[in-house]
C-alpha cells in the first residue's frame, strides 16, 4: 500500500492521503489534543477475506476518549464500523492492516484549551509490517524509568495523542539501552503496563493482570485474551495491583495488544523468566488467539467484521 495513494476518510469524506492537508498550526499537533485507536485487519488468502478484528470494541473506546477530551465522534458506532469496511474496500485492501481512526482539535491558533475548538475525524489505513520484529525468542524487557502517566494527571484510559510522549520516553530508553521493550510502573511503584501493551504474569496458577485503576489502557486485546483464558482453558484470572517484584518471581509472563498481538517476555531486567522460552500458557493463548483472529475458531466469530462477505 503506498500511502500517497491511499484512500482515507477525512473532512467528511473520501480522498486519497495526499489530499488531505493539515495546517502546520493545528491544536492536534501543536498540543497534543487528539485521540485514536489502533485496528488490525488479517487479510486470509484462502478465504480471499479481511477479518476487522473487535471493531465495535475499538470504536466504543474512541468514543470514551473522545468524551474525556470534551470532542464529539461525528459517527455511531455502527457509522464508524460501516466507514471503516467501506474504505478497505475502497482501497482494495488484500494484505494484512493496521487501520488509525483519530479525531483531533483542529483550530488553528495559539491558545492551549478543549473548548471552543472544532474536532476534525479521520481513518487512515496502512499496511501492517510487524510490531517487535521476529518476537517468537520472547522479549527481553526493563523496567523504565519513567512512570506510567497518572490519571491525575491526564487520563491513561483514553487514548489520547499526547499522552504518547510517555511512552516514546519508555521506549526509546529501553531500546537504546539494548532492551525490546520497556514495562512502566505507576506513580506509586505498582506495574502498570508495557509502551503499547498490556502485561500479565503467571505465578503458581494464577493469571495475574493490573485491575483498570492502575493506570492502564484498558486494552481490547487484554479483555479479549482473558476471555480465551477464563473460557477456553479455565484459568484463574486476578486484576488487582502488581509489585515489580511479583515481575522477578512470574512462572510466565506475555504482554497483549492490538499491534504486537500476544507475545512472551523472555527477561525482565536480566532475570530470565521461566526458561526463557514462551510459557505453555502463553504459547496456547498466542496460538488460539492467532487463530481467533483469522477466522478460525467458530466461537470467536463475533469478533470479527468481513471487509468483503456480501459484497459485490
Ligand atoms: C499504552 C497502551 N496500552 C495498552 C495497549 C493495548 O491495547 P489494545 O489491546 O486495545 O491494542 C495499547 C495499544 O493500543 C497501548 O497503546
Known amino acids: 500500500m503506498d500511502l500517497s495513494s491511499t484512500i482515507v476518510y477525512a473532512q467528511g469524506g473520501f480522498r486519497r492521503y495526499d489530499e488531505a492537508k493539515v495546517g502546520l498550526m493545528t491544536h492536534g499537533l501543536q498540543y497534543g489534543t487528539g485521540c485514536f485507536e489502533g485496528i488490525r485487519g488479517y487479510w486470509v488468502p484462502e478465504d480471499r477475506e479481511l477479518y476487522l478484528v473487535l471493531l465495535r ?8 476518549s473522545a468524551k474525556i477530551l470534551l470532542m464529539k465522534l461525528p459517527h455511531s458506532v455502527d457509522e464508524l464500523i460501516e466507514l471503516t469496511v467501506e474504505l478497505c474496500r475502497r482501497n482494495a485492501i488484500a494484505g494484512d492492516v493496521y487501520i488509525r481512526p483519530f479525531i483531533y482539535k483542529a483550530a488553528e491558533d495559539v491558545g492551549v484549551r478543549l473548548h471552543n475548538v472544532p474536532d476534525e475525524f479521520a481513518i487512515v489505513p496502512v499496511a501492517y509490517a510487524g510490531y517487535h520484529g521476529d518476537a517468537s525468542r520472547g522479549l527481553n524487557v526493563c523496567l523504565s524509568s519513567w512512570r506510567r502517566a497518572d490519571d491525575s494527571m491526564a487520563p491513561p484510559r483514553s487514548k489520547i495523542t499526547g499522552l504518547y510522549v510517555n511512552s516514546a520516553l519508555a521506549k526509546s530508553e529501553a531500546v537504546l539501552n539494548g532492551y525490546d521493550e520497556a514495562i512502566l510502573l505507576s506513580q506509586d511503584g505498582h506495574v502498570a503496563e508495557g509502551s503499547a501493551m498490556n502485561v500479565f504474569l503467571l505465578r503458581r496458577g494464577v493469571l495475574y493482570t493490573p485491575d483498570a485503576s492502575q493506570n492502564i489502557l484498558e486494552g481490547c486485546t487484554r479483555r479479549a485474551v482473558m476471555e480465551i483464558a477464563k473460557r477456553e482453558l479455565g ?26 498481538g500476544v507475545v512472551h517476555v523472555r527477561s525482565v ?36 467484521t468481513r471487509a468483503y462477505v456480501g459484497r459485490d
Open 269 to 304: 531486567d536480566q532475570r530470565i523468566v521461566g526458561n526463557g522460552e514462551a510459557g505453555p500458557l502463553a504459547a496456547r493463548l498466542a496460538a488460539f488467539y492467532e487463530r481467533a483472529v483469522r477466522g478460525q475458531e467458530p466461537n470467536y466469530l463475533e469478533w470479527l
Open 235 to 260: 484459568v484463574e484470572i486476578v486484576e488487582r495491583s502488581i509489585d515489580r517484584s511479583e515481575l522477578y518471581a512470574a512462572d510466565e509472563i506475555f504482554f497483549t495488544g492490538t499491534a504486537a
Open 57 to 64: 470494541e475499538h470504536f466504543a473506546r474512541l468514543h470514551t
